[in-house]
């Protein structure tokens, strides 16, 4: 499985499919969330939620699995632009290039059209 795997090489669909497949799930998991957030928030008596301490728990395990799923989504999405940027002949530092504010969506551009 190429999935958790740097080393080799990853073409143009590979990485489109595994970007937009990341991108699919992050967008359906923060729909879930709030859905789930606006019904709890919906429940309220003269302004103030009714079971606070219920909503901060549940805003506790919230925050976690979004923390676990940032983590998978990393595992999964790293390896592929490493591998993205050994098949255009690059080194896979320049994926640091992407720390920097804007400059990560012209990287992305640019692996998805080279």
Avoid at 28 to 51: C, E, H, K, R, Y
Avoid at 54 to 81: E, Q
């Amino acid at each position: 499985m190429k999935l958790f795997r740097y080393d080799g090489l990853a073409n143009r669909v590979e990485f489109l499919f595994s970007v937009l497949g990341a991108l699919v799930a992050a967008i359906a998991v923060v729909l879930f969330l709030s859905i789930i957030f606006s019904m709890i928030a919906a429940d309220t008596t003269n302004g103030q939620l009714q079971q606070a301490p219920a909503l901060l728990i549940f805003s506790f395990i919230v925050a976690a699995f979004v923390g676990a799923l940032v983590v998978l989504f990393l595992g999964v999405l790293l390896p592929v632009h490493i591998r993205r940027l050994h098949d255009i002949g690059v080194s896979g530092w320049w994926l640091l290039l992407g720390l920097v504010p804007l400059l990560y969506f012209v990287v992305l551009l640019v692996l998805c059209l080279w």
